[in-house]
């Protein structure tokens, strides 16, 4: 009996292994296509066919960050660049879905998470400035700077936040350097190379930093 139970259980794990290998295969190149198709976005309906495309693959393989983390951070972006649709609401409600999910997964990049939580509430305050913008202020400021601890070399938190305090009156803005930090960011940014597996978007923040009054 426990020989015929050995064998019963190693039949199922040499079962059990080609299809798992199998998974990971389709996830992959599911990744790869819809990482593809994001990097050739022009427009908003080709950016919300890529939302679409990363949010199957989340619903697919749930226990994999990367396409939850894509989701969260597409539904954010659709919301700014049309940012009078009347999607918007819906696009954060399921940005804010996503990113709550991401925070349970061990393996997410914690700096990249953080640094999306800061993007989101940039988000929320450019629809309701008066409201969010006194609620939200210092939530973004400490998100960004939480993903600068976790991991001094990603570029993103560096650049939001220039972009973010930029656009901030005057008596709310730091004494942090735009100028030095857009250098830091270029820096930064010109280590990294498109990836399937980390995300890599953001540089185009470098081109909205205006150091003149510096």
Request: glycine share 2%; charged share 25%.
């Amino acid at each position: 009996m426990k020989t015929l139970s050995l064998l019963a259980v190693m039949l199922t794990l040499s079962l059990a292994m080609p299809l798992t290998a199998q998974d990971e295969a389709a996830y992959t190149r599911a990744m790869e296509v819809a990482i593809d198709q994001f990097d050739k976005v022009q427009n908003a309906a080709d950016l919300q066919v890529c939302k679409n495309s990363f949010e199957r693959i989340a619903g697919t393989y749930d226990k994999q960050w990367l396409p939850t983390y894509y989701a969260a951070y597409l539904n954010t972006e659709l919301a700014f660049w049309e940012m009078n649709s009347d999607q918007n609401s819906m696009r954060l409600e399921e940005a804010e879905k996503y990113l709550k999910r991401l925070e349970e997964m061990e393996d997410a990049d914690k700096s990249e998470v953080e640094n999306l939580w800061g993007y989101y509430y940039m988000c929320r305050i450019s629809q309701d400035p008066e409201t969010m913008g006194q609620q939200l202020f210092q939530p973004t400021i400490t998100k960004l700077e939480n993903a600068m601890t976790l991991n001094p070399e990603n570029p993103r938190p560096v650049i939001l936040l220039a972009f973010f305090e930029q656009n901030l009156p005057s008596f709310l803005q730091s004494k942090r350097n735009r100028a030095e930090d857009k250098i830091k960011a270029e820096a930064l940014f010109s280590k990294e190379q498109k990836n399937y597996s980390k995300p890599y978007w953001g540089k185009y923040f470098l081109q909205m930093i205006n150091t003149d009054s510096e």
